[in-house]
């Protein structure tokens, strides 16, 4: 038993090595002759070679690799086929046919027949032949029932691997019909309809052809409601996003707005702080002060001046209650000489009044001018500033309010 499962170890590791193809559909390995079987080598082999079955391999493995679905499907990786056959002779005059898929790297079925030494040139070829024939089906039954029990579990995407794996092997019309099923199962309703479609042509006459057209209308009501969802969220995504736009839009403008609100606030403080700068600083000019002295001496000469003239005038009454100005009255020269005193007195006081009230009230308006005007405005913009309209007939003062 050691060295039997030294030598496939030997062999597992010499075929990893060997470089992989898979240009070839079938390739044989045997007869292997098993313990106490080389007697039934020569008519096996030339058994083999008369049926010209597959490509017969040029490195053999011994019987411990036919008994490993594994080690078998490397040996048919090394040598660059798709599928692997060994034939091995075992005791009790049987013979075995093991045959393993490389590509999907599985057993595909294995079977012993008894066939008498004496037969075994003819029989073999036959029972190969059964073999080879039987085979797909064997392994698509297979796969079908374990596609089945996935299917009744509800586990129906591996279901739909093991049917396609089982049409492949073994392409018949009623494993589409379990296709499609799945393909209805899991949503995909576009693969299922081409499937019942491609059932019904492979059986026209099906006993469940009215299932499988009312299976596909309702697919392809699937299909239609699925499209009318699609479009419906896609047209409520577009409005979404024409709200989100119109949304950020008037964020957008409010922001502007509050922003051009900020500046314009800001501004503003900046302009009244700017006047109030301006104002302190125009308003500070040294010839404002002197337009207050002015002012206080004109006020003063008009004070003096109108004493002067009330002074006048009560020298006037006493004038008129001497009698002074009526010839018709005799007046003794002490009175004439108080009258001419009063008449000289009162004219020095009438000039004096006019003097001082007109010198006084000039110098107190161009005082009152010059405060407003402001000899400080003269920096200010014009429009900020007071300024002195004279025309033929006024002369104004224009504030800037």
């Known amino acids: 038993m050691r060295s039997i499962l030294m030598t496939c170890a030997v062999t597992t590791m010499m075929l990893v090595a060997a470089p992989a193809r898979a240009d070839v559909d079938l390739v044989v390995f045997g007869p292997i002759a098993g313990a106490g079987e080389t007697a039934r080598t020569a008519p096996a082999t ?17 019987v411990a690799c036919t008994t490993t679905p594994s080690c078998l499907v490397k040996a048919g990786a090394a040598a660059g086929a798709r599928r692997a056959l060994a034939v091995v002779l075992v005791g009790g005059g049987r013979v075995g046919f093991v045959l393993v898929d490389v590509v999907d790297q599985e057993l595909v079925a294995r079977r012993e027949v008894a066939i008498p030494d004496k037969q075994l040139d003819k029989q073999l070829r036959k029972e190969l032949a059964r073999f080879l024939a039987d085979a797909p089906t064997e392994r698509a039954k297979l796969l079908f029932a374990a596609g089945n029990r ?14 396609k794996k089982a049409y492949r092997v073994k392409p018949l019309p009623a494993f589409l019909f379990n296709i499609a099923q799945c393909h209805r199962k899991l949503g995909h309703h576009g ?15 099906a006993d469940n052809k009215g299932l499988v057209e009312s299976l596909i209308t309702e697919s392809q009501s699937r299909i239609a409601d699925g499209q009318r969802h699609e ?13 989100r736009a119109e949304h950020a839009r008037k964020t957008k403008e409010a922001e502007a707005r509050a922003e051009a609100e900020r500046r314009k606030i800001t501004q503003a403080k900046l302009d009244a702080e700017r006047a109030r700068e301006l104002d302190r600083t125009y308003n500070q000019h040294p010839a404002r002060k002197w ?26 009454s006493e004038f008129d209650n001497a009698g002074c100005g009526d010839p018709s009255i005799n007046t003794d020269q002490a009175t004439l000489a108080t009258c001419d005193a009063n008449r000289h007195e009162g004219q020095r006081n009438a000039r004096l009044a006019t003097v001082l009230l007109a010198s006084g009230g000039a110098l107190f308006a161009a005082s009152v001018v010059v405060f407003i005007v402001d000899p400080g ?16 007939t006024s002369i104004q003062v224009v504030m800037p309010w």
């Open 46 to 62: 030339a058994a083999l070679a008369s049926a010209a079955v597959g490509t017969p391999a040029t490195k053999l493995v011994d």
């Open 377 to 392: 405005n003269v920096s200010r913009p014009p429009r900020e500033r007071a300024r002195v309209a004279i025309s033929p």
């Open 291 to 316: 337009t207050i002295v002015s002012g206080i001496i004109g006020v003063a000469a008009i004070g003096t001046g109108g004493y002067f003239g009330l002074r006048t005038r009560n020298l006037q």
């Open 191 to 205: 693969e299922a309809i081409q499937m019942y479609q491609s059932y019904l042509v492979g059986l026209p006459n």
């Open 150 to 163: 996935h299917y009744e579990l509800g586990e129906f995407a591996p279901a739909l691997e093991l049917y």
């Open 231 to 243: 479009r419906a969220r896609q047209a409520a995504e577009l409005e979404a996003g024409k709200q």
